[in-house]
């Protein structure tokens, strides 16, 4: 018995090709924007560093999604934090430090001086 080929006319095989590329497109990741495009000064900058080393595999921060925690963006707009707490810089220090239920404890890993610069930071979200 011989396969039967199927023979597909060449304006489905173009149709097919530029719906492969649209969708390949559509999934471009938008460009992360430098420190100076989002106008950070210098102590923001650190602290962007502190979140992208520590922060980031569980936080997003300009986007309201969370990955294994919740989105940081606009945390210091907000009133209260998710926990109940108010949003300000005690209470976040307090869980930067100390931990919360599933985050961890970042006291040890961090200096005064880093935590300082990763609040001013989160200002900026």
């Keep these: 018995m011989r396969p039967t080929l199927l023979f597909v006319p060449s304006s489905v095989s173009a149709l ?3 719906l492969a590329l649209v969708a390949a497109l559509g999934c ?3 460009r992360r924007k430098s420190d100076a495009e989002l106008g950070l ?3 923001q ?3 962007r560093n502190v979140f992208d080393a520590d922060c980031a595999r569980c936080h997003e921060p300009y986007s309201s999604r969370g990955l294994h925690g ?3 963006r606009n945390l210091y707009k907000k009133q209260y934090l998710p926990s109940g707490m108010p949003a300000n810089d005690e ?3 307090a869980v930067i430090v100390g931990g919360r239920v599933k985050m961890p404890a970042f006291g040890s890993a961090l ?3 880093q935590i300082y610069a990763l609040l001013a930071y989160l200002k900026t979200l």
């Design 28 to 30: 471009q990741v938008e």
């Design 111 to 113: 200096s005064d001086a």
């Design 41 to 43: 000064n210098a102590t």
């Design 16 to 18: 097919l090709c530029l």
């Design 45 to 47: 900058a650190i602290g």
């Design 91 to 93: 209470r976040i220090t």
């Design 70 to 72: 919740p989105s940081l």
